[in-house]
């Protein structure tokens, strides 16, 4: 076939260069969005803040350490069972910096409206912003608005920027990472995509899946408080554990094994997934994130995370060891190994 006449779908993880244009899955958090950011942009853009490839940027100024993050929010629709784009905004820059263990502080807020939309859509929008914002303890400084025609936005796209100070003396990153850490989460997975999912497809089911958006800097505060011996920490979004535990084993060259058996997913989640033949460990959260420390502080870091709000379901999931591969392995009920590689295509466009 005439390669101008092939268009890949998405669903196939050809290498970058096979792709002429970009495709949906560039941007769902698997293996496509790791090799367009390694060979693309951070091939373009490479500096140490960068190349740590932390959430968000670690950065000195006049001797104070400062987290520096961005994101931007597409997620269709804009109202959704716990939650919108105004707060998943808020909260998902709060969490970039939460990652570093930064204390957030202030936030910027970029708007590219579309050209129909109802200002009482927006109005409600930017109200729920302000409540995330007061809630996490961060103010809106400054911000942008654009207007395009008609039918290229979807509505409404957020940009948002966030500044944290760094107030402890832990280096927190995939570097840290090392055999025999223990692997924690804070909660069951999957939910978030589970409700951008039960949304557009019209699905039903007994009990309604909300989606777990919240904010993570008081969780990790509380631990690094506590003088827990934090390694690193990520959020789970885009790809969901399954990406973020990749990500996390090729930038520290080890291998990680989970014990499939111990990963918290609720019964609607594992229902909804079967029905839509998604993998839970694939699936996005807004609310979850993994932390990663030394196996003699686990026990004492999942009983600081359960006395929170947001720690209630926290667990041991699995183990850091050296292997002769970067690589995450999970363990089934049955004791069988299989290898958890990152997406290879677009499970779930735009949930976020």
């Given at each position: 076939?005439?390669?101008e006449l092939?268009?890949?779908s998405?669903e196939?993880?050809?290498p970058?260069s096979?792709?002429?244009?970009?495709?949906?899955?560039?941007?769902?958090?698997?293996?496509?969005?790791h090799?367009?950011?390694?060979?693309?942009?951070?091939?373009?853009?490479?500096n140490?803040?960068?190349?740590?490839?932390h959430?968000?940027?670690?950065?000195?100024l006049?001797?104070?350490?400062?987290?520096?993050?961005?994101?931007s929010y597409v997620?269709?629709p804009?109202?959704?069972?716990?939650?919108d784009?105004g707060?998943?905004?808020?909260?998902?820059?709060?969490?970039?910096l939460?990652m570093?263990?930064?204390?957030p502080?202030?936030l910027?807020a970029?708007?590219?409206l579309e050209?129909g939309?109802?200002?009482?859509?927006?109005?409600r929008i930017v109200?729920?912003m302000?409540r995330?914002?007061r809630a996490?303890?961060?103010?809106?400084v400054?911000?942008?608005?654009k207007?395009?025609?008609?039918?290229?936005?979807d509505?409404?796209?957020?940009?948002?920027?966030?500044?944290?100070?760094?107030?402890?003396g832990?280096e927190?990153?995939?570097?840290?990472i090392?055999p025999?850490?223990a692997?924690?989460?804070?909660g069951d997975?999957?939910?978030?995509?589970?409700a951008?999912m039960a949304?557009?497809e019209?699905?039903?089911?007994?009990?309604a899946?909300?989606?777990?958006?919240?904010?993570?800097?008081?969780?990790?505060?509380?631990?690094l408080?506590?003088?827990i011996?934090l390694?690193c920490l990520?959020?789970?979004?885009?790809?969901?554990?399954a990406?973020a535990?990749?990500?996390?084993?090729l930038?520290?060259?080890v291998e990680?094994t989970?014990?499939?058996?111990?990963?918290p997913?609720?019964e609607?989640?594992?229902?909804a997934c079967?029905?839509?033949?998604?993998?839970p460990?694939?699936?996005?959260?807004?609310?979850w994130?993994v932390?990663?420390v030394?196996g003699?502080?686990?026990?004492?870091a999942?009983?600081?995370l359960?006395s929170?709000?947001?720690?209630?379901?926290?667990?041991v999931?699995?183990?850091?060891?050296?292997g002769?591969?970067?690589?995450?392995?999970?363990r089934s009920?049955?004791g069988?190994?299989?290898?958890l590689?990152?997406?290879s295509?677009e499970?779930?466009?735009?949930?976020?």
């Amino acid at each position: 076939m005439a390669p101008e006449l092939f268009q890949p779908s998405g669903e196939c993880p050809l290498p970058i260069s096979q792709y002429p244009h970009v495709v949906m899955a560039h941007g769902g958090g698997g293996k496509l969005m790791h090799e367009l950011i390694e060979k693309v942009f951070l091939h373009a853009f490479t500096n140490p803040a960068l190349d740590a490839r932390h959430d968000a940027a670690v950065l000195n100024l006049g001797g104070k350490r400062l987290a520096f993050t961005t994101d931007s929010y597409v997620v269709n629709p804009l109202f959704f069972p716990g939650g919108d784009i105004g707060a998943l905004a808020v909260h998902g820059t709060v969490n970039d910096l939460a990652m570093c263990g930064a204390r957030p502080l202030w936030l910027s807020a970029g708007f590219i409206l579309e050209e129909g939309l109802g200002l009482d859509v927006l109005r409600r929008i930017v109200q729920s912003m302000q409540r995330a914002a007061r809630a996490c303890g961060v103010e809106i400084v400054t911000g942008d608005t654009k207007v395009v025609d008609r039918g290229k936005a979807d509505g409404l796209f957020i940009n948002t920027a966030g500044i944290g100070l760094i107030q402890h003396g832990f280096e927190l990153g995939p570097r840290r990472i090392a055999p025999g850490d223990a692997v924690i989460i804070n909660g069951d997975i999957g939910r978030h995509g589970m409700a951008i999912m039960a949304v557009r497809e019209g699905l039903r089911f007994e009990t309604a899946i909300e989606s777990d958006s919240a904010p993570l800097a008081e969780p990790v505060l509380k631990l690094l408080g506590a003088g827990i011996e934090l390694h690193c920490l990520r959020d789970l979004t885009r790809g969901g554990l399954a990406s973020a535990l990749n990500e996390l084993a090729l930038a520290a060259a080890v291998e990680i094994t989970i014990d499939e058996r111990a990963v918290p997913v609720s019964e609607p989640v594992k229902a909804a997934c079967e029905v839509l033949g998604l993998d839970p460990l694939s699936v996005a959260c807004e609310g979850w994130f993994v932390d990663l420390v030394p196996g003699h502080e686990a026990a004492r870091a999942v009983a600081l995370l359960k006395s929170d709000a947001l720690g209630a379901g926290a667990a041991v999931i699995g183990h850091v060891t050296a292997g002769q591969r970067a690589r995450v392995v999970v363990r089934s009920a049955i004791g069988v190994d299989r290898v958890l590689d990152m997406p290879s295509g677009e499970q779930l466009p735009r949930i976020c």
